[in-house]
């Protein structure tokens, strides 16, 4: 995206991580209802791009390999709506901060920076607020207030909180003769494994594609319809998971809209 701009110098260099450093602030800032517009969960991967004019941009990254210039985080759009709004800004604000040092680092490797130029680039570097610190509130420039997601986002969120231990659990799956044994025991309660028991100890499918549960396959549990789905069949995977605090698969995301948000997320790991 910047393909024909390469800063040589020290103070070039340093300001390029600037003019970037302050485009992305400014989009997870005074920007923010724009840029979490952009961020539609429903979309690709994308990632938050600053500039050395101070702009921004959400994209996709880009298609070469290698890269121009190394690539910002790549899928922030996915986890906008299993956050809060505020978690989610200060996710996004750390990734981009070891974006710009990364492409910092890049263009003095490139035009073979020596030790002393590095530490003077990171000295001024380390003078200036990190994204974070301005998203945080922690330095003199404070972020402002926030759209309308703030305000309404953590009341739904604050209420299933106390929830939050029995979702982490993932749901078991039992051996052969584990099976024989609770469904023994079941009989011996009142003959319950003919009905929630059998389901939950029984052959798990995919609410997707209607598939057996495979061990080495990564599956993730909807905290709305309790259904299970491969990871690949909802485009989930391990990493996208653990910032995903309560999880709605497809279907339930479009019955209810994408709200209420918590802080629960089930998700089995291959083995």
């Known amino acids: 995206m910047d393909a024909q701009y390469n800063p040589r110098t020290v103070e070039e260099v340093f300001r390029d991580y600037k003019g970037r450093r302050n485009g992305l602030a400014r989009a997870l800032t005074t920007d923010v209802e724009n840029f979490f517009r952009q961020c539609d969960p429903e979309k690709e991967n994308l990632c938050l791009y600053g500039f050395p004019n101070e702009n921004w941009e959400v994209n996709l990254p880009a298609e070469e390999v290698p890269p121009e210039l190394p690539e910002p985080a790549l899928g922030i759009n996915f986890a906008r709506d299993g956050m809060q709004e505020k978690d989610w800004l200060s996710m996004v604000a750390v990734h981009s901060d070891a974006w710009l040092l990364s492409v910092a680092f890049y263009f003095g490797a490139r035009f073979g920076f020596d030790k002393s130029d590095r530490k003077r680039l990171f000295g001024m570097i380390n003078e200036l607020p990190t994204v974070f610190d301005v998203v945080s509130g922690k330095s003199k420039t404070k972020a402002p207030s926030n759209s309308n997601h703030s305000n309404s986002k953590p009341k739904s969120n604050n209420k299933m909180k106390t ?108 083995s």
């Open 163 to 270: 929830s939050e231990p029995r979702a982490k659990q993932p749901k078991p799956q039992l051996k052969e003769e584990d099976r024989e044994d609770d469904t023994l025991d079941a009989g011996d309660d009142g003959g319950a494994a003919g009905g929630g028991g059998g389901e939950e100890h029984g052959e798990t499918l995919c609410g997707a594609c209607g598939d057996n549960y495979g061990q080495d396959e990564f599956w993730i549990g909807c905290d709305m319809c309790e259904k299970w789905f491969h990871g690949k069949c909802v485009k989930i995977t391990p990493a996208k998971a653990e910032h995903i605090k309560q999880y709605k698969c497809p279907s339930c995301m479009g019955v209810n809209g994408g709200s209420g948000s918590g802080n629960n997320k089930r998700a089995r790991p291959s």
